[in-house]
């Protein structure tokens, strides 16, 4: 067991190392100068003024998706909706904000959090639902549900929620009062904080320490051998599904309410995506997640530092988080998909084709 969570550290170790070196290779053979960019990288996530706290705001957003991401993945479910999840979360919590505008912090809060996590599990649960009761490919409904969810945001930041001292060139929501911010403009608060810090414990504690967690566990490894077991893997399917979901509404909550003060059409557009990579990077652990966030919040603010001090665009940075992506995908979507294999294909009667294998045998074995 110590072996294996080894090898568990190592691998995504492993990968970043070697995507870091071919990037710095491939940056040194188009003439940049290798050196400079590897100080304006250490200048923009940590010892430049303000550096730190701009790799803390994008790795919050990060790590609360990525802890929900993990989870479904625990579970042999690929929930890549968590950019859309995180819109909707975002929406509803500042519906509650505007709706809250004159009332006391300390019953408008709570309630536009509440309202974020239960709005994104329901996002997730619908495409939760189209898999595990017509089986439906999550990957697929998932990912159209983000599209959905981007749509949904145009149109609130444009219509019912636009700001009216907006200039027409943007589509932008009203701001919550500011008594309601959990944060400034930086992100960067003892709030926000107790809020990664609860959403770590409560992950780590639900995947390890819960029987929850061990049946998760156990479906995403034989999904099969855990109904034979007893588990019912439908219910740990929408456990999982509404958790991811949960998440990344709490993640919009924390944009909308800390950092933002309001929304506008198509924020953070690469945000859940990058999620989904620090889950895999974090090995789909909750300590790992949070070491992954943190280093992939480092290169986000690092992407926006570098411009400045080098004459490496921003999408150089993007490069490097594009090939981290690339080989971690390469070598850890395989094992995922060893377990999606390994899972009962469910249909609407409650049957599965694993499942009904050993059935059909017999009877072709009466039947001859």
Known sequence: ??????????RPLSVVSIAIVLVLLIYGLLGYSVTAVVDGVLAGSVTSPSAAEQTLRWTVPLLLMGLGIAVAFKAGYFNVGAQGQMYVGAMASLVVGLWGDGRAPVLVIPLAFVAAVLAGAVWSLAA?????????????????????????????????????????????????????????????????FVICAAAVAVTAILVNWTRTGLEISLVGRNPVMARWQGINSTGVGLVVFGFSGGCAGLAGAVEAFGPAGSLRAGFSPQVGFMAVVVALVGGLGALGVLLAALFFGALRAASLYLPVVTNLPQSGIDLLSG??????????????????????????????????????????????
Do not use: C, H
């Open 128 to 192: 939760g639902l189209l898999r595990l009761l017509l089986g439906a490919d999550e990957v697929v409904t998932s990912l159209m549900l983000n599209f959905v969810a981007v749509l949904l945001l145009q149109w609130s930041t444009s219509g019912p929620l636009k700001s009216r001292a907006g200039t027409g060139q943007a589509a932008t929501s009203e701001s919550i009062d500011a008594g309601y911010r959990i944060s400034t403009s930086t992100g960067v608060s003892v709030p926000i």
């Open 1 to 10: 067991m110590i072996a294996g969570r080894v090898r568990g550290v190592l």
């Open 323 to 368: 090939v981290i992506a690339l080989l971690i995908t390469a070598t850890g979507i395989p094992l995922l998909r060893r377990r999606r294999r390994r899972r009962r294909a469910p249909t609407a009667g409650g049957t599965s084709e694993v499942a009904d294998r050993p059935v059909a045998r017999r009877r072709e074995v009466v039947a001859r």
